[in-house]
């Protein structure tokens, strides 16, 4: 199984706790922050790698970066996640 699969709830909560130690006040919890970090998979699969120009990183990276993200989308159910505020 993939880091990101195993770890990234963690590293959110981590980031969340880090924030209110450091004296940011209101933080959403961590429910809500887990499913707007899903949403989000939507933003980086359709605008971050679907367009990046081959160009500039190359077939390679391009390629294994869009299957990356998809997968993220897809384990995320960022699509659906979507819909429900549309």
């Given at each position: ?9 963690e590293?959110l ?5 880090r ?6 006040q209101?933080?959403?919890d961590?429910?809500?922050?887990w499913?707007?970090?899903r ?5 980086s ?17 391009c ?5 990356r993200t ?10 659906r ?5 549309m």
């Amino acid at each position: 199984m993939y880091t990101r699969r195993l770890k990234e709830r963690e590293l959110l909560a981590f980031y969340r706790d880090r924030l209110c130690s450091h004296g940011v006040q209101g933080a959403p919890d961590i429910e809500v922050l887990w499913t707007e970090y899903r949403r989000t998979a939507h933003h980086s699969f359709y605008l971050g790698w679907l367009t990046a120009p081959r160009e500039n990183y190359g077939l390679e990276v391009c390629v294994l970066g869009n299957h990356r993200t998809k997968a993220a989308y897809q384990d995320l159910e960022a699509r659906r996640l979507i819909k429900e505020i549309m």
